[in-house]
């Protein structure tokens, strides 16, 4: 499953560079993009993982961006 998830606090390369870091270690993420210009988190996952989402979104929020949907 692919999921684009929007954020607020991901203004340059160096942030969006932790928030993929930090995405990719999820287990069950095959692949994610993170740009800061679109302020958006693109992520493909397995969607069979229990809590996947809950885990990617603490994830991207450990990096001090807020998830807004």
Known sequence: MQKKIYVVGMFDT???GKV???V???GGVTNVVAN???SQVLVDFDE???GIE???N???S???VDVIG
Do not use: L, Y
């Open 14 to 16: 160096d942030t969006s």
């Open 20 to 22: 993929e870091t930090a």
């Open 24 to 26: 990719k270690g999820v």
């Open 36 to 38: 800061p210009d679109k």
């Open 48 to 50: 069979g993982t229990a």
């Open 54 to 56: 809950d885990a990617i």
């Open 58 to 60: 603490q994830a991207i």
């Open 62 to 64: 450990s990096c001090g």
